[in-house]
């Protein structure tokens, strides 16, 4: 029964895509990922045989870029970009208030996440980029990690966690 629920939705996301269409071989594999949480095999192979391209060439093209998963994540997902511009716009310091907050807690309730640290999210003139649950800040500020932290994940004023 799951998997023919897995199928169908697969089948969903991929319908959205022209198969002729390789430009879109990406932001199929990001509505894969948004949907399900992570890319798993099964997904790459149906997404291959969707665009006409061998699965192991899916998961090349997926394992260059920091975004995908290949498994699932759980709870929250923190993502710092570390790339050369982020990290020459201090990320570094970004990277360690992020630390700081998972060891000790971000505001009441659940404290943690997953932080992961990505060599480019493709804002270079926006840097330091952080992206909490999949939306995107801009030219954070080390103090402001805990801030954009809490309110993203709804901790603030003692929000559910």
């Known amino acids: 029964m799951a998997n023919n629920e897995n199928s169908r939705r697969m089948n969903d996301i991929l319908k959205q895509f022209r198969p002729d269409h390789r430009e879109d071989l990406i932001p199929c594999m990001q509505a894969v990922q948004d949907r399900e949480g992570y890319i798993s095999d099964d997904s790459m192979a149906a997404i291959g045989a969707h665009f006409g391209i061998p699965a192991i060439k899916v998961y090349g093209l997926a394992t260059f870029y920091d ?95």
């Not at 994540?73 to 970009?81: A, E, L, P, Q, W």
């Not at 000790?104 to 980029?129: D, M, N, W, Y």
Request: glycine share 14%.
């Open 67 to 161: 975004y995908f998963t290949f498994a699932p994540v759980s709870g929250d997902v923190v993502r710092i970009c570390n790339g050369t511009s982020c990290h020459m716009m201090g990320a570094g310091k970004l990277i360690s208030e992020a630390e700081k907050i998972k060891q000790t807690g971000a505001g009441k309730g659940r404290s943690r996440f997953t932080l992961k640290i990505c060599e480019c999210q493709g804002a270079c003139s926006a840097g330091p980029v952080m992206d909490v649950n999949g939306k995107s800040y801009i030219r954070v500020k080390p103090e402001e990690v805990r801030s954009i932290t809490e309110k993203s994940l709804g901790r603030e004023k003692g929000g559910e966690g």
